[in-house]
């Protein structure tokens, strides 16, 4: 089976999450908001790294249970730096639970937080016919500057494109690959 060249063809998370989630649309925002952790935590590092640390990820974090994590304290944070199973970055944790908060209230804005996201294309999904993937583009600016002026953190335009990437929004996989 052709898949996008970037899948490490050796690497059967990284052939799963191709096959099975990668640029496929997603509207829950249990989701959403677990990509979005993710992605933040993948910040400086590889996406293989932040999936093989998933289901750690998803147990220390609750489920990604948007409310639960909103509530973090320090004693939690403490526990979080202390778990070798994930990433131990304070200031990813703590933005994590600072994104939380912001997403909570953008669910409460615009009914949920899918709503929000999806909005930004009129609910259509972005399907590049290039061959060329960027690393950014004018809809990841947009989304990263409203989302920084919110107050999240972690979401500068490269980070929103390959978020936008996870979550369906923008579909690029390449000619050749079975998902185009």
């Known amino acids: 089976m052709k898949r996008c060249s970037w899948v490490k063809e050796n690497s059967q998370i990284y052939k799963k999450y191709h096959d099975s989630e990668w640029g496929i649309a997603k509207y829950d925002d249990r989701d959403l908001f677990e ?16 999936l ?4 750690d990820f998803r147990r220390s974090f609750d489920n990604f249970d948007v409310n639960k994590v ?3 304290k320090e004693e939690k944070i403490y526990k979080l730096l202390q778990n070798e199973k994930i ?5 990813k944790i703590e933005a994590a639970i600072n994104n939380a908060k912001i ?9 949920s937080f899918s709503n929000y996201i999806w ?3 009129k609910n259509k999904i972005i399907k590049n016919t290039s061959g ?7 809809l990841s600016d947009k989304i990263s500057k409203d989302l920084k002026k919110r107050g999240m953190k972690y979401t500068g335009t ?3 494109y390959s978020y936008l990437q996870a979550i369906g929004i923008v579909d690029d996989h390449e000619p050749g690959c079975f998902r185009y």
């Open 119 to 121: 909005g930004f294309t």
């Open 70 to 72: 909103a509530d973090y």
């Open 87 to 91: 990433i131990r970055s304070r200031s």
């Open 132 to 138: 060329k993937i960027p690393v950014s583009t004018p």
């Open 35 to 50: 990509l979005l952790v993710l992605e933040c935590f993948q910040a400086g590092l590889s996406w293989l790294c932040v």
């Open 158 to 160: 490269v980070i929103i």
């Open 103 to 111: 997403f909570i209230k953008i669910q409460e804005e615009y009914g």
């Open 52 to 55: 093989n640390k998933r289901e």
